[in-house]
């Protein structure tokens, strides 16, 4: 069943991006849907983007960590991006540590972490 | 007190303060301490004075009991705040400041001999008298804190925004010198304002530079790790430079675990580093 947030695909990165009102039921199907999609598809790369998020609590962080320890057993690399400078205070100010998340400025700059490159960069681009 | 009393005494003092006011005023000038009286002028401490003693032969016409003149009456309150801020600003110690209200108290019971010769009506008043000037002289010293005070706040303030800049030393590399104590309300506005730089020119490194922070103990560690933490959530790197060997030494002596960051004696170093780490980046990208 879907989770009702939209996944992504560009080459073998998802792409995809949390809400505000995130509970338990969706972050467990979030979860099922991310894990199935890379495992059929063979992703390599994942970017979750956070910039809507307000509030990060301990569920939250949760899901995070669960989420980049899930996509590495499967060969993928989890990018966060675009966290908010007040979430990141609270959360260093809480203590939260998003162990083993990778975090990442914008979509962009966690795209370039996945390797991938600007056209114009490309070496053969014109 | 009997109300007949108080009444009496209110007569006599309104009496004083008004008939006999320039015999008040050459008194005062006279017992006034010296220090800050060169500075204000004679003509000046005349006005003063005048604006005080009408101000409280105003307050006699009131009604109010002489107890809660200084609390209660604002023409009183404002006369002494006035008369306690210029002192300030004239730089006069608050002891001096409430010493000059001591002569003015000094004056008005020597007026109060002179004006009448039963003992009870004298012992009242001068009782009254003490009251209301001892409560005039506090309050004095509790302006002249206060200025302090407020003075005392504004320049922390000052501080804390004059000493968090954020500069762009390279593109995608920030650094913030910080220069002083670090306690948490400073890690605060340090963090926002590095974060909210690191949003906005799109920064990979920022580097924290200490060479000016005069000692490092567990809560400045503590503090330095929140923001280096709260950096990497962001998706930057972070750097710190500036450690100086006696600091170095205290981090080493204190057991504080600074293994997870990279630090750096020098900011040249870190500008280095940071553009190793740069290269890196775009060296993969551009694979």
Redesign the interface.
């Known amino acids: 069943m879907s989770a009702g947030l939209p996944i992504l695909r560009l080459g073998d990165i998802l792409i995809s991006g949390l809400l505000s009102d995130l509970d338990d039921t969706t972050a467990l199907r979030f979860t099922d849907e991310l894990t199935t999609r890379i495992a059929d598809e063979g992703i390599r790369g994942v970017i979750l983007d956070i910039s809507q998020l307000e509030i990060i609590d301990s569920f939250v962080a949760r899901v995070l960590m669960q989420l980049a320890a899930t996509g590495r057993l499967l060969g993928a690399r989890m990018?966060?991006?675009g966290?908010r400078?007040?979430?990141?205070?609270t959360?260093?100010?809480l203590g939260l540590?998003?162990t083993g998340v990778q975090?990442?400025?914008?979509a962009e700059?966690?795209m370039?972490?996945l390797?991938?490159?600007r056209p114009e960069?490309a070496?053969h681009a014109s | 007190m009997h109300g007949s009393e108080e009444v009496t005494v209110r007569d006599l003092l309104s009496r004083i303060f008004g008939a006999d006011q320039e015999n008040l005023i050459d008194e005062w000038v006279r017992w006034h301490p010296a220090e800050p009286s060169a500075r204000l002028g004679e003509a000046g401490l005349r006005r003063e004075a005048a604006e005080l003693l009408g101000a409280l032969r105003e307050a006699l016409g009131t009604g109010l009991p002489l107890s809660q003149v200084t609390e209660r009456d604002e023409a009183v309150r404002s006369a002494l705040r006035g008369l306690s801020e210029r002192r300030a600003r004239a730089g006069a110690t608050p002891s001096a400041t409430a010493m000059a209200i001591a002569a003015l108290k000094r004056a008005m019971l020597a007026a109060l001999e002179r004006h009448t010769d039963d003992p009870a009506v004298r012992y009242q008043a001068s009782l009254q008298v003490n009251q209301l000037l001892d409560a005039a002289g506090v309050f004095t010293f509790s302006v002249y804190v206060e200025g302090r005070e407020e003075i005392i706040r504004r320049q922390h303030q000052q501080m804390l925004e004059l000493s968090t800049p954020v500069v762009r030393l390279w593109r995608h590399v920030l650094a913030v010198p910080l220069i002083g104590t670090l306690d948490s309300a400073r890690t605060q506005i340090v963090m926002s304002s590095l974060l909210e730089a690191i949003q906005a020119h799109e920064a990979r490194v920022a580097i924290i530079d200490i060479t000016g922070v005069s000692t490092v103990d567990t809560a400045v560690a503590q503090h330095l790790l929140q923001t280096v933490s709260a950096v990497r959530l962001m998706g930057a790197e972070c750097l710190i430079s500036g450690v100086r060997p006696s600091i170095a030494q205290t981090i080493t002596q204190l057991g504080i675990d600074l293994s997870h960051i990279v630090t750096r004696s020098s900011l040249a170093d870190a500008l280095a580093t940071a553009m190793e780490l740069l290269g890196d980046r775009t060296g993969a990208v551009t694979g």
């Open positions: 990018v966060v991006a966290m400078p007040a979430v990141a205070i959360l260093s100010e540590r998003l975090t990442a400025l914008n700059q966690a370039e972490l390797g991938w490159r960069e070496p």
